[in-house]
């Protein structure tokens, strides 16, 4: 079964930058689109930033141009750099497949945007 550990969360200030890591075990890692995803209290969980297996990326209109997806195979690794954050990114993070695997949901890492 595949497990996703993600990490790196905290506070920050708006204007701040914080970098999460997802580390996959598991499972094959390298052949699958992966995403971050977030979810906001009382909000539904959205997709903010996918890459594929040949490092294609795309991004939700919210975060485009501050937020940047990477991934290392080598570490089974992905990673989520959020620059000129926003207090409306104040989330959990998820990492997992894109599509999603429902039974590979981490605990995820909470992001909060605040002064």
């Known amino acids: 079964q595949v497990q996703l550990v993600e990490s790196g969360g905290g506070l920050a200030q708006p204007g701040g930058s914080l970098r999460l890591s997802c580390a996959a075990s598991g499972g094959i890692f390298n052949i699958y689109a992966m995403g971050w995803y977030r979810q906001a209290p009382g909000k539904q969980r959205e997709l903010v930033a996918r890459?594929?297996?040949?490092?294609?990326?795309s991004y939700a209109e919210a975060v485009k141009g501050r937020f940047t997806i990477s991934r290392d195979n080598a570490k089974n690794t992905v990673y989520l750099q959020m620059n000129s954050l926003k207090p409306e990114d104040t989330a959990v993070y998820f990492c997992n497949r894109n599509p999603p695997r429902t039974d590979s949901w981490g605990q995820g890492t909470q992001v909060t945007v605040s002064s």
């Open positions: 890459i594929s297996s040949g490092d294609t990326t």
